[in-house]
């Protein structure tokens, strides 16, 4: 490990963050100016803006658009230093952190913000074959294996009659709604330009959700919105059933319900990190870690968990969602309870203030909540959500080349970002080969 | 396989370009208007703009700057019909190739433009461990390399010692040079920013050439300042010698000497696609099919070979070089020459018009020559290099993004391109345990 830059106390306590997400960086930038060191460690050299990933799984972004170098963003900050592994483990005896390779990193603090996985809630076949959306990974695999299923029905056309063409999307949460709107679109513009000579006209999107409503947690009108725009788009919402199993080619329905299709994206929610499990805390629902309400972990006074790894609760006792604002929130709370706490003041807890949520459902349409009541939808609130994530983006760079993107797929109604990479394919062929054909 | 638009005559004859490349997307291109059937066929989705490939290595551009999707480029040509799938074999005969998986299409024409890949030359361990730099995905593999060893050193100072970040490059073309340029660069910046406080006082970048200069084929002049600009920017060049052998942190030269680095960019040439020999046509050396003055192949009237996988001669009889724009002229020629044929008129001779070379060594530092003894050096000609890399780039919106990275790098020093993947972590990773520790 090397050591911090010069003209750093010694004494000064060091601060681990474990997880470079929306948390973790908040975290670490508002420790900038306190009298710690800060060890930033992610498994990736990245940070991912996960609410466009699913732009990037249906060719509308690249994955240099929303994800931005940990080093490039983090280089100003003087007691920051990062460290590129995975953690293994965390010895909270010895304030330890384990990283894969045996190498430790001592602390004083620990902040525990590894984020979440995708949870397959126990349904067979998902975890081997279903498609997940949460890391750039899993954005790229997506892309991948449709538009080379594109290429392998202009090939052998009577594949599309055995579902190759057709995707079920599990989950009608925000990520499902976005999934399912964009890639009807980005279908739209594959019949239309780049197969045109394809008969698709018995190829079918799904979106599927448990619930008797897509966006549970958003007002009726928006609910409403957005059924009615993902049907306008073609899609078919199948509402109240659930999958119940999968293997290429056959999603079952808890109803008895059979659909013939070739790829599952798995938007249906997460758990979080195994990492949470690592430190010896108090799980609760989907392996959240439990916290006092300054966001400590209940019997370890010098951890903290924040974001999607932790069970923060609102002023009415809910649970926080697990969503992007309450990760930043939480990550600058607890660095000002680390610097209260190394200066002898006493804990505060932690305040979540509600900023709205928001949903798009492609071109000109999308669902926006915002606080105290309002709430649009239509070309407005499309036009509010490009804003908003713009500004949220990290980095003016990406926010220039996100800008270029949309404007061009706007005005041309044509998707970029739709390169097969050979690795990609190459791992995908061999798959189909084992499993698919 | 589809049917091609409706409205054709079916008796057109059909004319199959193996490649889309700067050739094969020349050739069809010139045959948009012709009474002809196209079928362009390639195993991947995208054109690659190999003079900027470099620029993908060393975290300057993203894929997606130098990649532009066939279809998007060509799908408002309504005679042409894109495939994608490898070549496996061409069957003169009866007028047929054979893709991967068995499926055939016949032609009336052939025009193989498949390209060349890297040339070992036959050097021991070149194949297994050293790094090329001809497709994307080369490109990608490079990038990944060397940012993780970055990290590895950052974890393990000790390795950088046994040439964890040392990178040798084979070749003095422009490849070579333009790669060790923009990786001195690169390495600047990593040292000065992202790794500060690492030691890297004895990290060598060295430019294996076994020629008595660099960049061979330009004026003295213009191989004088490719010489003295990398070794202003701290590359070492080695002249009259070459590798003759290789293992990770092993690179044997012929002289003797030996230099540990664990990183090998194979820059020193390339060979013709093993493709050419699939057609049984005759092959000169580096396996370029012998063609006629007008680019059809020896003895097989209805088949044309253009780009590197030709051995095209000049006005003087010399072999031309393998570049763009000799791929893209002679593209032009042929496509030209199967409209003359089909309406029974003679065949034209191939004439070369050399538009002049250039290279770029990084920062406001280039070598452009221009015909009629026109020679540039320094800050203008990395413009002119800039500008005409930007015209000759593939689509409005490739332009604007690389506009965007250039400018932002130029202005800030900064790489924006530095992503990690983890597919392309794990593989390393992989390779590393298994090779390299």
Chains 1, 2 share one sequence.
């Not at 280089?75 to 483990?89: I, K, S």
């Not at 000002?336 to 798009?360: C, K, N, V, W």
Request: hydrophobic letters at 45%; aromatic letters at 6%.
């Amino acid at each position: 490990m090397t050591e911090p830059s010069t003209g750093q106390p010694d004494r000064w306590p060091v601060v681990v963050i474990v997880g470079a997400g929306f948390g973790g960086l908040s975290a670490a930038g508002a420790l900038a100016r306190g009298a710690v060191r800060v060890c930033l460690i992610d498994q990736r050299n990245f940070q991912t803006f996960q609410p466009l990933l699913y732009q990037v799984a249906t060719a509308g972004l690249d994955p240099n658009d929303v994800c931005s170098s940990v080093r490039g963003m983090m280089f100003r900050q003087a007691n920051l230093e990062f460290v590129m592994g995975r953690v293994d483990r965390v010895d909270t005896r010895s304030r330890q952190v384990v990283l894969d390779g045996g190498s430790t990193i001592e602390f004083d603090y620990l902040v525990i913000a590894a984020g979440a996985v995708s949870n397959d809630f126990g349904v067979e076949g998902v975890e081997g074959y279903a498609l997940p959306l949460y890391t750039l990974d899993d954005a790229l695999k997506i892309r991948t294996r449709i538009l080379l299923n594109w290429e392998r029905a202009n090939r052998s056309p009577h594949l599309i009659g055995q579902g190759l063409l057709d995707v079920v999307i599990a989950g009608g949460g925000p990520t499902g709604v976005e999934v399912a709107g964009a890639l009807a679109e980005l279908y739209g513009l594959l019949r239309r330009r780049d197969y045109r000579n394809l008969d698709t006209s018995e190829v079918h999107l799904t979106l599927v959700e448990g619930g008797d409503d897509l966006l549970a947690p958003f007002h009726r009108a928006s609910r409403r919105a957005a059924l009615a725009t993902l049907r306008e788009k073609g899609v078919d919402v199948v509402l109240s059933d659930m999958i119940t199993g999968y293997e290429p080619g056959r999603v079952q329905l808890r109803s008895g319900r059979v659909l013939a299709a070739r790829t599952l994206v798995w938007a249906a929610g997460v758990k979080a990190s195994p990492l949470a499990a690592a430190c010896g805390a108090e799980q609760t629902r989907g392996g959240r870690i439990v916290v006092n309400d300054d966001l400590s972990v209940a019997g370890l006074p010098e951890v903290f968990a924040i974001g999607d790894v932790a069970a923060a609760v609102g002023a009415s006792g809910e649970l926080l969602p697990q969503v992007a604002q309450v990760a930043i929130q939480s990550g600058k709370h607890v660095a000002h309870q680390i610097l209260r706490r190394s200066s002898g003041l006493p804990a505060e807890p932690f305040r979540y203030r509600d900023r709205g949520s928001m949903a798009t459902i492609g071109r000109n349409q999308a669902v926006v909540e915002l606080p105290f009541g309002l709430r649009i939808s239509g070309r407005l609130a499309w036009l509010t959500w490009l804003v908003l994530h713009l500004l949220y983006l990290a980095g003016v760079r990406n926010r220039f080349h996100v800008l270029v993107n949309w404007s061009w797929s706007y005005l041309t109604y044509d998707r970029g970002a739709r390169l097969i990479q050979d690795r990609d394919r190459d791992q995908l062929e061999r798959r189909l080969t084992k499993h698919d054909l």
